[in-house]
C-alpha cells in the first residue's frame, strides 16, 4: 500500500521560497506509468492542481503557476519536492501530494497547512 507524507515550513513569509518534500514508501517514484502531483486547496475554495513529475523525471505545470513553480525529485530517498517562489498572502492553501495526474488520483497525502505572512 503506497503512502505519501508531506513534510515542510507550515508559515512563509512573503516574497519567499515555499519548499516542501513529499516522502513516499510502499511503491518507487520510478516505477514506469507512474506520475506524482502536488495539488493545493486554497481557504474557502477547490482544489488547484499545480503540477507532476512522471516516473522518468519529465514535469509539467499548471500555466498559471509555472513561472514560479518547480518539482524535483531524489529517487534515493523516493521523494519528490515542491518549490513555489515569490509568494503572497494569495498561496496559503493546505498543500496535497498525490500519485496519478489528470484528476486521477488513487493515493494522497494527508495534506500540509502553508500560511503566507510576515
Known amino acids: 500500500q503506497v503512502q505519501l507524507q508531506e513534510s515542510g515550513p507550515g508559515l512563509v513569509k512573503p516574497s519567499q521560497t515555499l519548499s516542501l518534500t513529499c516522502t513516499v514508501s510502499?511503491?518507487?517514484?520510478?516505477?514506469?506509468?507512474?506520475?506524482w502531483s502536488w495539488i493545493r486547496q486554497p481557504p474557502g475554495k477547490g482544489l488547484e492542481w499545480m503540477g507532476v513529475i512522471a516516473y522518468d523525471g519529465s514535469t509539467y505545470y499548471s500555466p498559471s503557476l509555472k513561472s514560479r513553480t518547480s518539482i524535483s525529485r531524489d529517487t534515493s530517498k523516493n521523494q519528490f519536492s515542491l518549490q513555489l517562489s515569490s509568494v503572497t498572502p494569495e498561496d496559503t492553501a493546505v498543500y496535497y501530494c498525490?500519485?496519478?495526474?489528470?484528476?486521477?488520483?488513487?493515493?494522497w497525502g494527508q495534506g500540509t497547512q502553508v500560511t503566507v505572512s510576515s
Open positions: 510502499g511503491a518507487s517514484i520510478t516505477i514506469s506509468s507512474y506520475a
Open positions: 498525490a500519485r496519478g495526474s489528470n484528476w486521477c488520483y488513487d493515493s
